[in-house]
T-cell receptor
């Protein structure tokens, strides 16, 4: 079945540092890929998405490129801020079926120090 | 436009009691998804419902768990005879009619269930 693997956390960075969070996936079809962010006490929010190979999703300074050859969707940001501290989830949806349910990775906690 | 609402936000039940979790989708949304997040785990799909229909319940445990989304009112996730292993965060998401892309799922803040 479909699965998503994220790098182990937590991750602690200083403000303005470069961020990379790794994500790889396994899917039988042609999935769409997503990054969701969860701030403390809140629900998940969609951060960015990519629906086909070589697409780059971007939002709020974050970027991720859909790499079919390496089955990866790594999240990057050039300069993190304290306000980026949150839990980040990589997810996929295999749209070949009638149900667009999401398959999530375990999530990784990012803490950014001033 | 209010977002997806879930209540209660926190729920404590003793073993053997029933837990009822409610989800009000965003206005105009007719698709509801329930996910469960166990400690140190990612979110796991449980069930997908449309108004008055269960579309996919492949992620639901076979016993004690049920879900409904009536014509009127919120979606309900019911857990009967709770056990400690049911302690988790339960998230609801909704999407509008005809949504073919999972990116249109909007999540609620979750209900944290603790079984003592």
């Amino acid at each position: 079945g479909d699965s998503v693997t994220q790098m182990e956390g937590p991750v602690t960075l200083s403000e303005e540092a470069f961020l990379t969070i790794n994500c790889t996936y396994t899917a039988t079809g042609y999935p769409s890929l997503f990054w969701y962010v969860q701030y403390p006490g809140e629900g998940l929010q969609l951060l960015l998405k990519a629906t086909k190979a070589d697409d780059k999703g971007s939002n709020k300074g974050f970027e991720a490129t859909y790499r079919k050859e390496t089955t990866s969707f790594h999240l990057e940001k050039g300069s993190v801020q304290v306000s980026d501290s949150a839990v980040y989830f990589c997810a996929l949806s295999d749209l070949t079926g009638a149900n667009s349910k999401l398959t999530f990775g375990k999530g990784i906690t990012l803490s950014v120090r001033p | 436009n209010a977002g997806v609402m879930q209540n209660p936000r926190h729920l404590v039940r003793r073993r053997g009691q029933e837990a009822r979790l409610r989800c009000s989708p965003m206005k105009g949304h007719s698709h509801v998804y329930w996910y469960r997040q166990l400690p140190e785990e990612g979110l796991k799909f449980m069930v997908y419902l449309q108004k008055e229909n269960i579309i996919d319940e492949s992620g639901m445990p076979k016993e004690r768990f049920s879900a409904e989304f009536p014509k009127e009112g919120p979606s309900i996730l019911r857990i009967q005879q709770v056990v400690r292993g049911d302690s988790a965060a339960y998230f609801c998401a909704s999407s509008p009619p005809g949504a073919g892309l999972a990116s249109e799922q909007y999540f609620g803040p979750g209900t944290r269930l603790t079984v003592t």
